[in-house]
Nanobody, 122 residues
Framework: QLVESGGGVVQAGGSLRVSCAASGRAFSSRAMGWFRQAPGKEREFVAA????????YYTDSVKGRFTISRDNAKNTVYLQMNSLKPEDTAVYYC?????????????????WGQGTQVTVSS
């Protein structure tokens, strides 16, 4: 089970950190990802991290602004979002893979959270 938290409303240029708490003992062996879905748009990849945290991927639009990290001792993955823009407004979903290596492909993830709303006002 994946439970996201930390969403909210923030002004453009501000920061938010969303978290995803995972249950189960296999968390530390799974790659994790963050995706988002804006109204009327398809779900899109945002960031991914390998099981060890040694490899990360980002979509181009968030590079340099967002940072994905994980704490395997706490079974938690984070997405730190800085310099937020109105176009970052979306529901943000946490996802877990059955694989260790990070991937940007939606099909590479097998478990999904319910999502947390992030709204960036201009």
């Amino acid at each position: 089970q994946l439970v996201e938290s930390g969403g909210g409303v923030v002004q453009a240029g501000g920061s938010l950190r969303v978290s995803c708490a995972a249950s189960g003992r296999a968390f530390s062996s799974r790659a994790m990802g963050w995706f988002r879905q804006a109204p009327g748009k398809e779900r899109e990849f945002v960031a991914a991290i390998s099981w060890s945290g040694g490899t990360t991927y980002y979509t181009d639009s968030v590079k340099g602004r967002f940072t994905i990290s994980r704490d395997n001792a706490k079974n938690t993955v984070y997405l730190q979002m800085n310099s937020l823009k109105p176009e970052d407004t979306a529901v943000y979903y946490c996802a877990a893979s059955n694989l260790r290596d990070a991937t940007m492909a939606t099909g590479g993830y097998h478990y999904w959270g319910q999502g947390t709303q992030v709204t960036v006002s201009s």
